[in-house]
């Protein structure tokens, strides 16, 4: 099962930095839950959350007005993942990874963007692992005002 | 035995993320040995270590130290580990992985803080693995001055 | 099979980081292909390369001649990995994972200088699995101008 949840994980982050958003979308069932804070807040047990979805329309309206709307620092992503941690409760598998991002300009000028810590609830539908939430803690809360594509 | 290695690092990073000093440390076993040395040092096989913790209670020490003199910078770690390299010899498992730590200070702003390697040795004590041997080769030695929380 | 790519691109990093480059020749088959191009480069479909090398010898000649004139920046490489996507079809092994390259000078200061893509084709030779293809995508385009070691 592991290798499985890692290969999740693996296409979450390729599809990303490919922007093949309409893709990525895949990844997560219909009640979805994705949502990204800063551990700043969550260490508060502050309940505002930098971007919010909580269903799977809400992340296809997301991605679709990402499509639409470009006005956001035209960029590349590179994400690198670390080891993860994964145990299964009751059909349930909590999953949990730190990442770092990198982000790229039109110039070729990579940069630090972000890093923190995916912890994923998954399930098994139609005999493959999908995302049921995504809950990202963000230890760099400075940038994320620049947040616009999903980490 | 691979993947309870690369547990055993995660559960180490994870620990170490958070902040939990103290359940990182149950990872060790008692005559263990702990050690940060410069890359520069280790190649010209200069003796100075940057930290080093010969036993269980010196390691111990130092994280009560911590604790209690919380002179340095507030800051959280993110932890992004790259493959391991795995062998046994003599019942004595040898690993190692290279490290990347990024540091973020209470605004939220992350930067690289410390890249290098982890050369562990590990052995199976009570059915579980434990460190009795990590040695830590920074690349980076210009900023250990700033070190305070082990890496 | 998946853990044997792995350790082959451990392997490859752990040999560049250790500046072991005639060791890492070894890991190529005979009628290899290396190169590095900019992702900028890949996406507009320019045949343009940063680094060639479409056979063996050209790759070793690429490591004898950083030998020999050793007239770039001194500096120590640390490599770090993301997940593996790995496929087979028909016999030829396609392994791709997102890496980052920080570099440290002499002073000991480290700094991100490249992040991008691996993607190889990789083959099994005398029993064990080398490179047939290695092509690096790099996000990093704007310090290409200071690439002397491989990536």
Redesign the interface.
């Known amino acids: 099962m592991?290798?499985e949840v890692?290969?999740l994980?693996?296409?979450y982050?390729?599809l990303l930095?490919a922007d093949r958003l309409e893709d990525w979308l895949d990844l997560f069932v219909d009640g979805c839950h994705y949502e990204i804070l800063?551990?700043?807040n969550v260490a508060q047990n502050l309940p505002l959350s930098l971007m919010l979805c909580d269903s799977k329309d809400m992340l296809v309206d997301r991605v679709m007005s990402l499509r639409e709307a470009n006005i956001y620092n035209i960029h590349?992503d590179?994400?690198?993942?670390?080891?993860?941690?994964v145990e299964e409760i009751e059909g349930v598998i909590k999953a949990?990874c730190?990442?770092?991002v990198?982000q790229?300009n039109?110039?070729?000028?990579?940069?630090?963007f972000?890093?923190?810590?995916y912890q994923a609830e998954i399930i098994r539908q139609h005999g493959v692992l999908r995302f049921k939430k995504m809950r990202i803690v963000v230890?760099?809360?400075?940038?994320?005002t620049l947040l616009a594509t999903p980490l």
């Open positions: 592991s290798s890692q290969n994980f693996e296409t982050a390729r930095d800063s551990r700043e590349v590179c994400h690198i993942l670390s080891f993860l941690h949990g730190n990442y770092a990198f790229s039109q110039e070729g000028e990579s940069r630090l972000s890093v923190g810590r230890d760099t809360g400075a940038v994320l």
